[in-house]
């Protein structure tokens, strides 16, 4: 995982975000950046909280066999994650027969407990909220512990 850091041009706050990626479900079948956000556009949808850092890409659309081999062979995963475990079963729950779409309404951030927002995560400003940012720096995180943090 990785950490930016950044100054605000509104208010010269700088400040370091750790990016917290989850993603549950099934993923692309290659690795190229075109057949990614192709997935991602069609099958997947994307929440985050800004002040956490956090980012989840979940499925939008699934196929019952996807979903169960890759429910099965990430388990020990995915299933440290409390957080992780709730939504992997409510995302079961919404299973109604086949085209399968998914949607959980609200999803509580592990972090802070705030609702999070539809949408990839944009950095923004902890003091002002200002999304006009410059880029300082990013380096990898040096952590022994799981990553990211356990909730
Ligand atoms: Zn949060
Ligand atoms: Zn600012």
């Known amino acids: ?10 208010c010269s706050h ?3 975000i750790d990016h ?6 099934p ?18 949808q994307s929440f985050h909280c800004s002040p956490c850092g956090l980012e989840l890409t979940m499925p939008s659309l699934l196929l019952r066999i996807d979903w169960l081999y890759w429910r099965d ?5 995915y299933s440290r994650y409390p957080f992780l475990r709730v939504l992997v079963s409510r995302i079961e729950a919404t299973f109604a027969g086949q085209p399968w779409r998914v949607e959980l309404g609200d999803i509580s951030c592990p972090y802070c407990g705030v609702s999070l927002e539809a949408g990839s995560f944009q950095p923004s400003c902890p003091h002002c909220r200002s999304h006009d940012l ?13 990553w990211p943090p356990l909730v």
Do not use: N
Not at 1 to 10: G, P, V
Not at 20 to 25: D, E, I, R, S
Not at 27 to 44: G, Q, V
């Open 73 to 77: 062979r990430f388990q020990s995963d």
């Open 14 to 16: 700088e400040f370091t």
């Open 134 to 146: 410059g880029h300082i720096d990013q380096w990898h995180s040096q952590i022994r512990d799981p």
């Open 20 to 25: 917290k990626g989850f993603w549950v479900g």
């Open 27 to 44: 993923l692309p079948a290659s690795r190229d950046r075109s057949s990614i956000e192709e997935f991602m556009a069609r099958y997947t």
């Open 1 to 10: 995982m990785f950490s930016d850091s950044y100054r605000c041009r509104a």
